[in-house]
T-cell receptor
Framework: DTGVSQNPRHKITKRGQNVTFRCDPISEHNRLYWYRQTLGQGPEFLTYFQNEAQLEKSRLLSDRFSAERPKGSFSTLEIQRTEQGDSAMYLC??????????????FGPGTRLTVT | SQQGEEDPQALSIQEGENATMNCSYKTSINNLQWYRQNSGRGLVHLILIRSNEREKHSGRLRVTLDTSKKSSSLLITASRAADTASYFCATANQGAQKLVFGQGTRLTINP
């Protein structure tokens, strides 16, 4: 399967714990996006990378959140000191965009985080 | 924050009927995209329409864009049970490198 993959698919953690999610994009895609989606809502942009450079972060991304994309390949999203409000589906998407506005994005299946 | 507003929030029709969903947005855009999401899954890209296009077709899908009204519609013809999903519009705003999604329309096709 050459699509976008995310691990784990589900994560249950206790409040205050740290969690890390991984996204493996489609190999030739240079852009990688992270979104958060809560029940009944559309995805909300968190951050994106062009190759290994993190070019934009949403104000939703508090200092408890950090994302990396070493060597422009896979990406990780870490949440420190989780709070119940962090419970959501975390979606990763990738695209190939040499320049210009965003084109179609390819989404992974998501990681569902539940903070108890 | 989400820019798009989708209408209706939920739609239930019989198999074989056509389904129309609408999306309104607030700022100037480069393109507008529609995505489908089956329950608990990731999103699947359906169609992209550029700001200088007015209508686009893909199989049973027809998308229109009216930039003067800042609105778009997605028409699914001859609906099937497998079309049951949530549908989201997403805008690529001018000067921005990210997509802004609407809240979605939940479509249910009854057999």
């Amino acid at each position: 399967d050459t699509g976008v993959s995310q691990n784990p698919r589900h994560k249950i953690t206790k409040r205050g714990q740290n969690v890390t999610f991984r996204c493996d994009p489609i190999s030739e895609h240079n852009r990688l996006y992270w979104y958060r989606q809560t029940l009944g809502q559309g995805p909300e942009f968190l951050t994106y990378f062009q190759n290994e450079a993190q070019l934009e972060k949403s104000r939703l991304l508090s200092d408890r959140f950090s994302a990396e994309r070493p060597k422009g390949s896979f990406s990780t999203l870490e949440i420190q000191r989780t709070e119940q409000g962090d419970s959501a589906m975390y979606l990763c998407a990738s695209s190939f965009e040499p320049a210009g506005p965003p084109r179609e994005q390819y989404f992974g299946p998501g990681t569902r985080l539940t903070v108890t | 924050s989400q820019q798009g507003e989708e209408d209706p929030q939920a739609l239930s029709i019989q198999e074989g009927e056509n389904a129309t969903m609408n999306c309104s947005y607030k700022t100037s855009i480069n393109n507008l995209q529609w995505y489908r999401q089956n329950s608990g899954r990731g999103l699947v890209h359906l169609i992209l329409i550029r700001s200088n296009e007015r209508e686009k077709h893909s199989g049973r899908l027809r998308v229109t864009l009216d930039t003067s009204k800042k609105s778009s519609s997605l028409l699914i013809t001859a609906s099937r049970a497998a079309d049951t999903a949530s549908y989201f519009c997403a805008t690529a705003n001018q000067g921005a490198q990210k997509l802004v999604f609407g809240q979605g329309t939940r479509l249910t096709i009854n057999p």
